[in-house]
């Protein structure tokens, strides 16, 4: 089936669900959903491939008041590392065995497509983006995987930010996981040190982690002034 990005723009527009939400052309298969509020910027973005290939990619959500208290933190050497989007896979919280990565073969499919879609993003608008702005249920999706498998959990930003900011997200919802996240990023750092290649940079990291666990053990929780 041949479709084409301005048919699934026109389908998206004119779907209720969708009422909140901008949509966007980007690149030359990308459609960008986004939607805004006063307390996180949400994206989706769909991409068409192959004339007849759609697939959801994971979304994004800039948490605003999260972001701000975390940016403050990280010391300007080491911005450059830092991003404010926490990534999400479509069935990290919404169980499905449904796919959304198809190849479209009728207008009947891309209608079941499109309406499972849909019934997934009610599922988030109702149930998780709501939740997400609490810092308690945030560190429990950050620590539900042990220091050691951390990387299944995308929060934006790389090293050793990234991980700045998911030791913040432990300790202002005061997690039991903060504790190990520190340490194991600590050992991280000091290996640095031995390592010729980060001779510049873990001096760096060393600085930001100090500055980051001061601030987080001396400082009011901002989530609950």
Known sequence: MDLTRNKIKSLFESNRAMINYSVTKEDTDMIILCKKTDSYILKFDCRLQFDSFL???PFTIQLNKLENFVYDLII?????YYCNDIGFV???FYKTDYSFSQEITSEAHLEEFLSEFYKCLSYYEQEVF???LDIKFLADYVGSVPFDKQLEIVVGGTYP???FKKIAILKWGNHPRYEEYKNGLQTFIKEDFLEPRYEKEAPLYQQGFDYL???LENEPNP???
């Open 223 to 225: 989530f609950y002034k």
């Open 161 to 163: 930010v990234t991980l």
């Open 90 to 92: 479509i069935k990290d």
């Open 76 to 80: 300007e050497e080491l911005k450059k």
């Open 130 to 132: 709501p939740k997400l």
């Open 213 to 215: 666990i001061t601030h």
């Open 55 to 57: 697939r959801f990619n």
